[in-house]
């Protein structure tokens, strides 16, 4: 048994994040083809409360840590101060 992961979901991902945020009250967690910040950036977003790595932690077991670590300025390059500012402004 296998199935599809990585990169190639995101998108699905993304329009799944957004619409399941669209129609609940409560925070969703986006997971699906998260490689970089940018990836991360796009789900929250999108609608994403937050977000969850998986694959991308098999070929770059650092990812985790230099999202961290790039996130705050890619949230400030957006202007906002935190990133329940972030949440959803796709809508």
């Known amino acids: 048994m296998g199935g599809l992961s990585g990169p190639a979901i995101k998108p699905v ?7 399941v945020s669209q ?9 699906g083809g998260i490689a970089n910040t940018n990836d991360v950036v796009e789900l929250l977003v999108a ?18 840590m230099r999202i961290l670590d790039e996130l705050p300025a890619c949230i400030a390059n957006l202007g906002a101060k935190r990133v329940s500012e972030v949440v959803g402004s796709l809508a």
Request: proline share 6%; hydrophobic share 50%.
């Open 13 to 19: 991902a993304l329009r799944c994040v957004y619409q």
């Open 23 to 31: 129609a609940v009250s409560i925070p969703v967690i986006g997971a």
């Open 47 to 64: 609608g994403a409360a937050a977000v969850q790595l998986g694959t991308a932690n098999f070929y770059d077991p650092n990812v985790s």
